[in-house]
């Protein structure tokens, strides 16, 4: 596992690095510069729309009696999507926006409880405590 975070750690800034020199190269600097502050702000604006809307539906899931898991994962996930918006670069927006969008973030959902569910049947899931 530490490996794998060792290897996200250097390969997604070297992706991304790569990919900013590369659409330098061919749009420009300062066109390369403006979509990156555009998909920062529209991340932004996405993340606090995304936020306070499932801040609502999970106060009136509560007031309703029930348990809001759904919209609690949802909640993660657009989290998650805004804190991955922090790091500039395409790629990892693009992930971000995958997290914000409500379509995309279903199927992402889907992909993630598929992942779980097989690796709770298989018995490789482990929990430490300190």
Known sequence: MFIRIVLIFIAVPVLEIYTLLRAGELIGLWPTLGLILLTGVAGAW????????LLLQIQRELAAGRM??????????????????LTPGFWTDLL???????????????????????????????????
Do not use: H, N
């Open 96 to 130: 971000g926006f995958f997290c914000l969008v409500p379509a995309t973030r279903e199927l992402l959902k889907k992909v993630l409880r598929k992942w779980a569910e097989k690796r709770l049947a298989s018995g490789s899931v482990r929990i430490y405590r300190f």
């Open 68 to 85: 809001p898991t759904e919209k609690l994962f949802d909640g993660a996930m657009v989290l998650a999507g805004g804190l991955v918006l």
């Open 46 to 53: 996405l993340a606090r729309t995304q936020g306070l809307e």
